[in-house]
């Protein structure tokens, strides 16, 4: 398992390490004492698993404000992704900056995304399987959402026409986003 560090401070990309022979492979897709080695979370509250049956679905960007906020660590089981993040942490000096990873079956990725980050992917096969650990419970109260297509924030997707949810179509524009205050709830 290698972990390096993306663009956006606190983002990672995993890179998880097959072990193959003629019967296929086994491969470790968490390991507790690696992401405490490398400063992560290794508390985990659930495990979500979303099916997308149309390519260049966008599912997001969705965040949980304080003290709901979530870490995710996501990887795509079938299929591929792109999976994008954009950081609405007060006081960043990132804020409003946006990173990808691409993460398929074949590349076997996964992606590490902080509290404070809005969320989504894009299917970029027609059936896509992913599967995410998040470290809070779901709090409907504390639920957000940024537009896919902020031009403020500039995201470049696979597709300009994908197929969205009606509460996704309706995001909030950046603009119009209070930043997520981390120190909420401590």
């Known amino acids: ?16 390490a097959p072990i193959g022979d ?15 080695d490398a400063g992560l979370q290794t508390e985990w509250t659930q495990e979500n698993q979303s099916l997308s049956t149309t390519q260049y679905t966008i599912r ?27 950081d609405l942490r007060k006081g960043s000096p990132t804020y409003g900056e946006w990173d990808s990873v691409e993460l398929t079956e074949e590349n076997k990725k996964a992606a ?4 404070g980050f809005a969320h989504a992917f894009c299917s970029l096969t027609d059936v896509v399987v ?9 709090a409907p109260d504390a639920e957000g959402g940024l537009r896919w297509n902020d031009a403020d924030v500039g ?6 026409v994908p197929n969205l949810s009606g509460k996704d179509e ?3 524009l950046l603009k119009d986003l209070e930043p997520i205050d981390l120190t909420v709830g401590q």
């Open 60 to 86: 997001g960007l969705h965040f949980q404000r304080a003290p709901h906020a979530e870490t995710k660590f996501i990887r795509a089981l079938t299929g591929g992704i792109l999976d994008v993040f954009v």
């Open 170 to 172: 309706v995001s909030s």
């Open 1 to 16: 398992m290698n972990i390096e560090p993306l663009k956006l401070e606190g983002s990672y990309a995993v890179t998880l």
């Open 155 to 160: 995201i470049k997707w696979p597709t300009d």
């Open 112 to 115: 590490y995304v902080p509290k």
């Open 130 to 138: 992913v599967h995410y650990k998040v470290d809070n419970a779901y």
């Open 22 to 36: 003629d019967r296929g492979y086994f491969m470790r897709t968490y390991d507790k004492s690696i992401f405490s």
